[in-house]
């Protein structure tokens, strides 16, 4: 037995328990990890409270990094005692949890379980956005939302090692300092945010919004773009956008629009390779710097839940076993 954080049905943070569950046996292409650390993500609060329908009770949890105990027997690459992380998991609030080989990524040496349970997830996502989904140039201005939150202070960061300015949101000072000690050029409130937006740019409108914070921010988010700009909602933080008429994209200049997930920007071993390889580089070389704004003990799970739905996060999320 080990113990893990369960959802028994769709609810409030208050719902999660804390309980003795069976260890799991790792498939032959499976490892056993025993889990040092465990990233929170909001993906975390919409499968507990059934935003995305799962198949309850579940033991939430994608995002982990820990110390293989046990490998399958056609595991190649990964053996007993490798340090190993992922974005990919599931059921990681827990002491143990099995983990796909192919979802793996070696832990480089110096890189703490709490780091390496930190960047997976909230990096990969900053990382595709910027180079995949629409590759931002040196010389482009930018909007994203929520700058002082786990995927906004590295979006903005990557943002400006590729040399754009970066116009972003957030709901108070102390998020604002942290916002600009990432690189921000603009940090904003969000009432009138698109208005301030026009004034910054001359009146253009911005290349591109990634807007995680979906429902509240959307239609100024659309309102901020230049002619031809694309707008990335890749999340709902305030909530859900509801079903959309496409003529406005006409309307507000020949728009593009995009509703990315990270599975899809991990389809082959090279490209999961590729970006892990160059944000825990920029994690060793000091060029990307991943705050921990807060950890808790793995069992105050909902404590957490309740701080990141709250606003009163900063950074990354931590949970420790
Ligand atoms: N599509 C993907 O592949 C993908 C992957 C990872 C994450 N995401 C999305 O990215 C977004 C950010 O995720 P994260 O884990 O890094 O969270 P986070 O940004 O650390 O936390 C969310 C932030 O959103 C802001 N926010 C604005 N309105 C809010 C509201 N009504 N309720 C709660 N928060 C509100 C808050 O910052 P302020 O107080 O400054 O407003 C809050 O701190 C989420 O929407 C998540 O689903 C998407």
């Known amino acids: 037995m080990h113990k893990a954080i369960v959802v028994p049905s769709p609810g409030g943070p208050e719902i999660l328990r804390w309980e003795d569950v069976d260890l799991p046996e790792p498939g032959p292409n499976q490892l056993l990890v025993r889990v040092g650390a465990v990233g929170v993500n909001f993906i975390d609060t919409y499968q507990r409270s059934g935003v995305y329908p799962m198949k309850y009770p579940f033991i939430p949890g994608s995002e982990f990094a820990g110390t293989v105990v046990a490998a399958g027997l056609q595991v190649r690459g990964f053996a007993e005692g490798d ?6 998991g599931g059921g990681a609030y827990a002491e143990y949890a099995l983990l796909d080989a192919d979802k793996a990524l070696h832990v480089p040496h110096g890189v703490s379980d709490e780091t390496a349970a930190a960047l ?20 482009q201005t930018v909007l994203t939302h929520a700058g002082a939150g786990g995927v906004g202070l ?13 116009i972003t949101t957030v709901s108070t000072d102390e998020k604002e300092q ?14 009138g945010f698109a208005e301030q937006v026009r004034e910054l740019t001359g009146g253009a409108g911005v290349d591109v919004v990634y807007d995680g914070v979906g429902k509240a921010t959307f239609d100024g988010s659309l309102e901020s773009l230049r002619a031809r700009g694309m707008m990335v ?6 909530g859900q956008v509801p079903p959309f008429d496409i003529q406005r994209l ?11 997930t990270i599975r899809d920007y991990l389809l082959t071993p090279e490209e999961r390779r590729w970006r892990a390889d160059e944000l825990f580089g920029a994690v060793a070389d000091g060029t990307l710097d991943v705050r921990i704004g807060q950890t808790y003990p793995l069992a105050e799970a909902a404590q957490a839940h309740r701080d990141l739905e709250g606003r ?10």
């Open 154 to 166: 590295l979006l903005t960061q990557l943002l400006k090692a590729k040399g754009a300015t970066v």
């Open 312 to 321: 009163r996060t900063t950074g990354k999320v931590v949970l420790i076993p």
């Open 250 to 260: 006409n309307a507000l200049g020949s728009l593009f629009l995009t509703r990315p």
């Open 83 to 88: 340090r190993v992380a992922t974005a990919e």
């Open 178 to 191: 942290l916002a600009r000690a990432a690189g921000a050029d603009h940090v904003l409130r969000y009432e």
């Open 233 to 238: 909602l890749f999340g709902g933080a305030s």
């Open 120 to 139: 997976p997830l909230q990096g990969m996502t900053a990382h595709y956005l910027v180079n995949s989904t629409f590759p931002v140039q040196a010389g």
